[in-house]
């Protein structure tokens, strides 16, 4: 939109207040702060959703892998010949063999429900080594009877490192009084934190020739997890393995296993951008009211510049760009407030905190133990267009609506 020297003048005149029009300008203030809102909460809860989608993907995928092959009875024989077919497999970056069972475990009169996750050394080291909060993988060998536990399982239970807890195993061994519970113990050497509450209230690592002795297994294992080098594209990496696996195993990816809870947060985002979008219509319905407002007190104004060979699609331009350059001023502000908001957004909840006394963000409900943020770049333009798109549409009819003016009919009665 092009607009001549006297044009821009014009327009500058007007995004200024003049004398007795405060509350014109108190108005259109009024609409750049709400457009600056809407940007900002679209910003804001939008890098925040595509952040915990992000951060729960990466810790759960990166704990469970991108898919598990399972046997019947939860029993993998021949366990060996398909970690080696998965690794022949095109695609396939790591297969792995593990154990899960759930189980229960005691200590100091304390009980808590556990997962126990047998893995090879390696496995298990590269699995939490980096997310260590104390203690050391490096005395849990097989057999040493020493193993690694979540950090809110250890507050659960109250342990820590050097603490002996006690796993029951209630398919034990058969006696003339009927099934008698396994009671083993072992030394807790390490404490990690994964950073998804479920896991680490519930896993217990320990080597998988442990976890065999424990559950009775012998030589097999309950799965197979399997990495892929493209997550999004895992069931078409791993539908040649199926076959060849036939009716002795199943494979489930990660979106089987998750389906529900990444269906709940793909819905949940699209209706958080639904109605956080209706905070812009209204600050853009406030641009048209402050526009309307500017037109009927510059009514006689008008006249007069039609009079002096202003054209109509000259004062289209200038009261199109008075409300476009508040929506744009405004669009920028949030984009500014979002980003700001984001960076520092943990002491922001930390202070909010700190004022109400109350918890904003249980890890129990919300599964992280921090607030995560990941900003789309696309999804930020997609906002931006659409406030400067809207900010635009509101411009029209009080533009035309100046352009239409009769200055004859105006200036009849000066």
Do not use: C
């Amino acid at each position: 939109m092009i607009l001549s020297r006297y044009e821009r003048m014009i327009a500058r005149r007007y995004l200024l207040p003049g004398k007795g029009e405060a509350f014109i300008f108190l108005v259109a203030s009024i609409s750049l702060v709400a457009v600056m809102l809407g940007v900002a909460a679209l910003v804001i809860v939008m890098s925040v959703m595509n952040g915990f989608r992000a951060e729960l993907f990466d810790k759960i995928v990166g704990l469970n892998g991108h898919a598990v092959i399972q046997g019947a009875g939860n029993r993998l024989p021949d366990w060996r010949e398909i970690v080696a077919e998965a690794k022949r497999t095109p695609g396939v970056t790591s297969a792995i063999p593990l154990i899960e069972q759930p189980l229960f475990s005691t200590y100091n009169g304390r009980s808590e429900g556990i997962l126990v996750r047998g893995m090879t050394v390696p496995d298990f080291r590269a699995a939490v080594g980096d997310k260590l909060v104390m203690g050391s993988l490096a005395p849990i060998t097989p057999g040493s009877g020493r193993i690694a536990i979540g950090s809110r399982l250890a507050e659960a239970l109250g342990a820590q490192v050097g603490s002996e807890i006690t796993i029951i195993n209630p398919q034990g061994a058969a006696s003339p009084f009927g099934t008698v519970p396994r009671y083993v113990s072992y030394t807790v050497s390490a404490i990690f934190e994964i950073g998804v509450y479920d896991y680490d209230k519930a896993y217990v690592i320990m080597p998988i020739q442990d976890a065999q002795t424990l559950l009775f297994l012998g030589d097999a294992v309950a799965m197979v997890e399997v990495q892929t080098n493209n997550a999004d594209r895992v069931r078409q990496i791993l539908a040649p393995l199926g076959e060849k696996l036939g009716g002795n195993a199943i494979i489930q990816d990660w979106q089987q296993m998750n389906a529900q809870l990444f269906e709940a947060l793909a819905v949940e985002r699209v209706a958080m951008f639904t109605v956080l979008s209706i905070i812009i219509l209204v600050a853009v319905f406030n641009i048209l009211s402050s526009l309307i407002m500017l037109v009927r007190a510059k009514t006689r104004d008008i006249a007069i510049l039609r009079t002096m060979g202003a054209t109509r699609g000259g004062l289209m331009r200038i009261f199109m760009v008075v409300g476009t350059t508040i929506g744009a001023l405004g669009t920028v502000a949030g984009l500014g407030l979002g980003f700001l908001f984001l960076f520092y957004r943990q002491g922001v909840i930390n202070f909010v905190q700190f004022v109400t006394g109350q918890n904003l963000w249980d890890p129990s409900i919300r599964y992280l133990t921090d607030l995560p943020s990941k900003p789309d770049p696309v999804e930020i333009i997609v906002i931006t267009a659409m406030a400067l798109v809207f900010s635009f549409l509101a411009t029209l009819y009080p533009a035309w609506k100046a352009a239409s003016t009769d200055p004859v009919q105006v200036l009849r009665y000066e």
